[in-house]
Structure formats: C-alpha cells, structure tokens
C-alpha cells in the first residue's frame, strides 16, 4: 500500500531535518564566499589589471 | 528487497548521532586553536573567509574522527570511556561512520582550498591523513610512543590559521604547532592512568600498559618540564608578549607541580584516593591550552592596539 508519508518518514525527521538544513546553510556559505571573493577583486587588484590588459585595446599595454 | 521495510532497524539513528561521529569537543578545542592560529598572523584576512575558512577546519577535523571512530569502533566497545560513542554503542553502523567521514573529509579541504589556499587546504588534508591512517591505523596498535607522534595531527589546527592568513609556514605557526605537540603526551598519559583498565583490555600498547604506571609518572613529570621551558621562552617570540609570558609561567608553575604530585605518588596511593591528583592534572591541562592560546590572543590585541611592540 502507498501512502503519502510513510512510517519511515516521521522516523527519519529529524535526520532529514539535519541534512536540510546543513545544504542550506552550505549554499548560504558558498554564496556569502563568493561574495566576499567577488568584494575583494576591486579596481587595481592584479586580476582585475590582467583581466583589463587582456580585453582592453585602450588599455597601455593591452592588446591591440 | 523492494520492499521500503527493509530499511527497518531497531534504532533509527537521529542527525546529532552523526554529528557526535565529528567528536564536538575535539572540534571545539580545533576551532579555537584555529581560530588564533589565524588572528595572531601579521596578516588580515576576509572576515567571511575567515570563517568559512575556520568553519570547514573545524570540519576537517571532525571528518577524521568520524574515521577513528570507523577504524576503532573494536577498541571503543571494550573501553568504558569510549563504549557510549555512536559505534558500539549500536545508533550508527561502521560504513555510515566512513562514509561520512569520507564525503567531509573531500568537502573540507576542497572548501577550505577555495576559501583560503592551496598549501591550508594541504596542511588540512595531511592532517586528516596523519590522525585516520598514520595515527590511528598504523600507531595506535603498535606502539607506545602512539600519541607521542599522534599528537602531531591535534597540533596542526593553529598552523593552518596561520597559513589562512599569510600563505605560507613559518617559524610562529611552527611554536604554536610545538606547543600542542609537546602538550599532549602528559594530556593524555594522566588520563591514561586513571583509566585503569582500560587500555589493557583493548590491547592499545598505552605506556602505562607496556611500561607500567611509574615509567608513565616518570614521563609525564619530564614532558611537563620539556612544556614549561619550551612555553616559557615563547613568550619571547615575535608572536608572545607581557600576557603570554605572566599565563606561561603561571600556568606550568602549577602544571609542573602537578606532574611532581604524579611523579612522586606510588600506583596504590593514587588507587587509595581513586587518582585524584592524575584527575586534577587532567583537568588543568584541558585549561592549559586554552589559555595559552588566548594569552597569544591576548598579545596580539595588545600589538594591534599599539601598546606592546615586542621585547627589543
């Protein structure tokens, strides 16, 4: 017999709550890194400049 | 098998089952020790990454309990201390312990390379490596000098703060490193002796086990004493200062005078008042890392705020 929620469910709550909760707060904290990442590679950073050389023909020394 | 009642078990394990295969208090002790490792360094560090970066640290250091624990669960049946632990004591089976052991161990380090660098994230999967399979499936059974050598994976928390924040290792995150080092034999043989039987019936090659509990208080007393100079003189490292010198001599002032307690005590005087003076020990030394480290806290506070610039 097939039931919307089985016994095996309202066991296993409490882990399944666990493991919910645990990926959201894995997203949040690759998403906050990211974040902070992104924040730290501001005008002037070398990967910025080498990222603005290789695209930017007006750019000294950029390509042409 | 179809059947979804095959999943049946007599205890269906909750998450904090799982998270008790992490070792909580080792963790917290990681997460600390980490967390100075990282703020004492003369470089700054992203506060979100600094976090993130302490955060799977902590975890890494987790994932390789939930190893020992997979490896030993034979040793932690028979001995009393460890005979509650998710393992033997029936809520979690040994493939859920390496699995999860497994899957944080490659989350750790591959978050903490991201968040941090490649050479952190290095140090932090050879100290996953060290305690799961260098400690505890090669030394633990084979010799009495286990946690001599093993003390190395719980001393590289504060060294991989360090690398977090500058890059690289140098001289300071290798005092930090040498502090838990040396630490952690008295640590441990103090807890080794009142544990009585313990050791014995597991068939660990403990030193109270293989040399007798006098070899052990005669040990214990030297590695003290090893601890106190080595403590006292890092005080005058570019990374000590006035705070960490008065909690180093005080703290291994009473240290060492606890360990001449063990030393001087005979196996039936300790057994006379159920090892009182061991079990005092004991509890000093868990106190003793944990202010050391925040006297090194302590320190770098008083530099950031200009009111110490070092001994000369």
């Known amino acids: 017999m097939i039931r919307a929620t089985h016994e095996i469910h309202e066991r296993r709550k409490s882990r399944n709550f666990g493991v919910g909760l645990s990926l959201a707060a894995l997203i949040i904290v690759v998403m ?4 902070a990442k992104v924040s730290t590679i501001g005008p002037g950073s070398e990967l910025n400049d080498a990222y603005r050389l290789s695209v930017d023909p007006t750019v000294p020394g950029g390509s042409e | ?3 979804i009642n095959a999943f049946d078990r007599p205890y269906e394990p909750t998450f904090k089952d799982y998270f008790d295969l992490l070792k909580p208090r080792v963790m917290s002790l990681v997460v600390f020790t980490a967390l100075v490792g990282l703020l004492v360094a003369p470089t700054g560090v992203n506060p979100v990454l600094g976090f993130v970066a302490i955060l799977f640290i902590a975890i890494g250091a987790g994932a390789s309990g939930a190893l020992n624990m997979w490896w030993d669960a034979d040793i932690d049946a028979v001995m009393s201390r460890t005979a509650k632990r998710p393992i033997p004591s029936g809520r979690v089976t040994e493939g859920e312990a390496l699995g999860v052991g497994v899957a944080l161990s490659g989350l750790s380090v591959m978050m903490l390379a991201l968040a941090a660098n490649l050479l952190a994230a290095a ?4 100290t996953i490596f060290f305690y ?8 633990k059974r084979a010799t009495p000098q286990n946690i001599v050598i093993g003390g190395a994976a719980g001393a590289f928390p504060p060294m991989i703060g360090w690398v977090v924040a500058t890059g690289s290792v140098s001289v300071e995150a290798w005092l930090m490193f040498a502090l838990i080092f040396l630490w952690t ?3 441990f043989w103090a807890l080794a002796l009142f544990m009585k039987d313990d050791y014995h019936k597991s068939g660990v090659p403990m030193l109270t086990v293989t040399h007798g509990h006098d070899a052990t208080r005669k040990h214990i007393f030297v590695y003290a004493v090893l601890l106190a100079v080595f403590a006292i003189a890092m005080a005058f490292s570019s990374i000590g200062g006035p705070i960490f010198l008065i909690t180093a001599v005080i703290l291994n002032a009473r240290f060492c005078w606890g360990c001449w307690g063990i030393f001087k005590r005979t196996t039936e005087a300790a057994k006379a008042d159920e090892y009182k003076t061991e079990k005092h ?10 202010l050391h480290f925040a006297a090194l806290l302590g320190d770098a506070a008083l530099r950031s705020a200009g009111l110490w610039d070092g001994w000369l």
């Open chain 1, 32 to 35: 906050g890194m990211t974040v």
């Open chain 2, 123 to 126: 140090l932090l999967a050879f």
């Open chain 2, 132 to 139: 799961a399979v260098v400690y505890s499936m090669w030394l």
């Open chain 2, 281 to 290: 020990v004991f509890r000093q030394s868990l106190w003793y890392t944990l």
């Open chain 2, 185 to 187: 034999p008295p640590h």
């Open chain 2, 1 to 3: 098998m179809s059947d």
